[in-house]
């Protein structure tokens, strides 16, 4: 994303205690907590506190993953709604497919833990068609662009998880 110029969260990945309470202490914004790996829908952590945050994060570390903690991702805490797009790219081209929301939290009003999922709808009503110009403009066409630039002909469904924020899609 960062050679791409593609809008994002600012992000530190981290392998030890020692990286992660850095940060964790400097940083200026709440922090989202993920392992980098797979972990069943359910390795992002939103925690409300530095203290939470550090705690999460000695969990991951410490094996509550196995391997998919071995490295963390800290993330500047971004807010807005969460939107799915999916594209049919054939290498070069792309057709997008309805935009879709899913609902993660266990609890109303987006409170409690994230699941892997309690459920998703398509097409979301919350994007506008000039959001979702922005995003083919902003996001999809520069990964597709950045695939080509590294060689990689990639023929499939692209994938984007966007969070719609007050300074535009991330």
Known sequence: MRKANIPTAKFWKVSSLEESEKIISTAPFPLVVKADGLASGKGVFIPETKEDTLRI???????????????VLLEEKIEGPEISIFALCDGKKYILLPSAQD??????NDRG?????????????????????????EIIEPTIDELIKRKIEYKGVLYFGLMITKSGPK
């Open 113 to 137: 833990l994230n699941t892997g999922g309690m459920g998703a709808y398509a097409p979301t009503p919350i994007l506008s068609k000039s959001e979702l110009s922005i995003i083919c403009k």
């Open 103 to 108: 609902h993660k939290r266990i609890e109303e």
């Open 57 to 71: 994060t000695k969990e991951i570390i410490n094996g509550k993953f196995g391997d998919s903690g071995k490295i």
